[in-house]
C-alpha cells in the first residue's frame, strides 16, 4: 500500500513540476487623454498562454465620470467641465492565480463653454424715469475672463462695460419696443 501511496504523490509532484502557472498579460494600450463634453473609450485587452485560464476584470481606481464593463473590458464616459485635469485609472485581470494591473492617468482637456447669465433684465421702462439694469454672469471655465459689450442699443440706453449696467431715461419719442 504505502508503495502505490508513495507512485501517486511522485506522479502529483511530477505533474506539478511539469505545469508552471503563467501570469496573464494585458496587452492593449490606454488611451490616456480625453476632452471635456466628449465621448472616451479604452477596451482593455490581454492574453494568457495558460489556455483553461478565465480570466476576470475589474477595477479599482475610478473617476465618477467612468464606468467599466467587465464582460466587453470597456472603459467609457463622458468628462464634464468639473473633469478637467489628470485621473489615476487602474484596471486589473485575475487568472485565478495572478492579478496584473494596469495603470495610467487619462487627462482631460478643457473645451471652451459659453459664459451664462445670472441676471434677469429688467424688460419694461417708463418714460421720464431713470432705468438701470446691472447684469451678471459665469463662465464654468476656471480662469477665462469676461469681456462685456453690447451690438445694438437704443439711443436712450448706455452701457457700461466696467460696471455692467445698462441704463439711461427713456423720453416720449423713445415709447416702443426696442
Known sequence: MKKFTLSI???LFLSLATYAQTA???TSTPVTTATE??????TATATDPDVEDILTWSTSTLPGWLTFDAGTQELSGTPANADVGDHPITISVFDGTFT???????TVSNTN????????????????????YTATATDPDVGD?????????????SFNAIS??????PANADVGDH
Open 37 to 42: 463634453d466628449s465621448p472616451y473609450s479604452y
Open 24 to 26: 496573464p498579460t494585458i
Open 9 to 11: 504523490l511522485t506522479l
Open 113 to 132: 463653454d459659453p459664459p451664462i447669465f445670472t441676471s434677469t433684465p429688467v424688460t419694461t421702462a417708463t418714460e421720464d424715469s431713470p432705468y438701470s
Open 164 to 169: 455692467h449696467i445698462l441704463s439711461g431715461t
Open 145 to 157: 475672463v469676461l469681456t462685456w459689450s453690447t451690438s445694438t442699443l437704443p439711443g436712450w440706453l
Open 100 to 106: 496584473v494591473d494596469q495603470d495610467f492617468t487619462i
